[in-house]
């Protein structure tokens, strides 16, 4: 049974950072591109942020590029998003999610691709 498991979110000021991690288990790690996808609220979920199976590439999209990081290690079977200089227009449930399709360094940026989806982890960006 594939899982993955969100963690590390929570209410924080504008400019502060945080660390989200995305823990799998039931799969071969390896084997997956994974990404971060986010839905603010009354908005649709978008793409944040891919990294490759090997990690050796990524994609951020243009909102968070200057300011989030994704990385992965798979000794741990976990995917991280490093998120700087926080707004209030990141404000979202984010949500991991892993494809299995995407070979070498693709990374895809459409929810349609992935195969497994995380419960999703809240962040809220307030003064």
């Known amino acids: 049974q594939v899982q993955l498991v969100e963690s590390g979110g929570g209410l924080v000021q504008p400019g502060d950072s945080l660390r989200l991690s995305c823990a799998a288990s039931?799969?071969?790690?390896?084997?997956?591109?994974m990404a971060w996808f986010r839905q603010a609220p009354g908005k649709e979920r978008e793409f944040v942020a891919g990294?490759?199976?090997?990690?050796?590439?990524?994609y951020s999209t243009d909102s968070v590029k200057a300011r989030f990081t994704i990385s992965r290690d798979k000794a741990k079977n976990t995917v991280y998003l490093e998120m700087n200089s926080l707004n209030p227009e990141d404000t979202a449930v984010y949500y991991c999610?892993?494809?299995?399709?995407?070979?070498?360094?693709?990374?895809?940026?459409?929810?349609?691709?992935?195969?497994?989806w995380g419960q999703g982890t809240r962040v809220t960006v307030s003064s």
């Open positions: 039931g799969l071969t790690f390896g084997s997956y591109a």
């Open positions: 999610a892993a494809d299995k399709r995407a070979w070498a360094s693709v990374i895809h940026r459409s929810e349609s691709e992935y195969d497994y």
């Open positions: 990294i490759s199976r090997s990690g050796g590439s990524t």
